[in-house]
């Protein structure tokens, strides 16, 4: 696989951890917030990849590649994830951890 991306390219991490024993909550939770999310988040500009998923051992993750800093930035300002995915996360106890944007040193 070949991505296009430069050195400005931002990679946006945001975790959050929950009892594994919700672990089918959670999935479930995360695959209906895509419901709405993907539709928005795919109108950002600037967006390369995303993607989503929880683990058994209790944490949930939503990891993306973007064309920079700013651009990973919008998703702080996207009332659908920030209201609304939260709010849905925190309803089954996922606790966030802050979101962390790394810059760009390689992929394969």
Request: cysteine-free; overall charge neutral; proline content about 6%.
């Amino acid at each position: 696989m070949s991505l296009d991306i430069s050195k400005k390219s931002v990679i946006r991490v945001s975790r959050g951890d929950f009892d594994p024993s919700r672990l089918d909550q959670i999935e479930r939770m995360v695959r209906n917030t895509g419901d709405y999310l993907i539709p928005k988040i795919k109108e950002l500009p600037g967006l390369r990849g995303y993607f989503a998923g929880a683990s058994p051992t209790g944490s949930m993750v939503h990891v993306s590649l973007w064309d920079s800093d700013a651009h990973a930035n919008q998703m702080g300002q996207l009332k659908e994830m920030v209201v609304n995915a939260r709010h849905d996360a925190e309803a089954l106890g996922v606790q966030f951890i802050p979101i962390v944007n790394y810059p760009f040193s390689w992929h394969i």
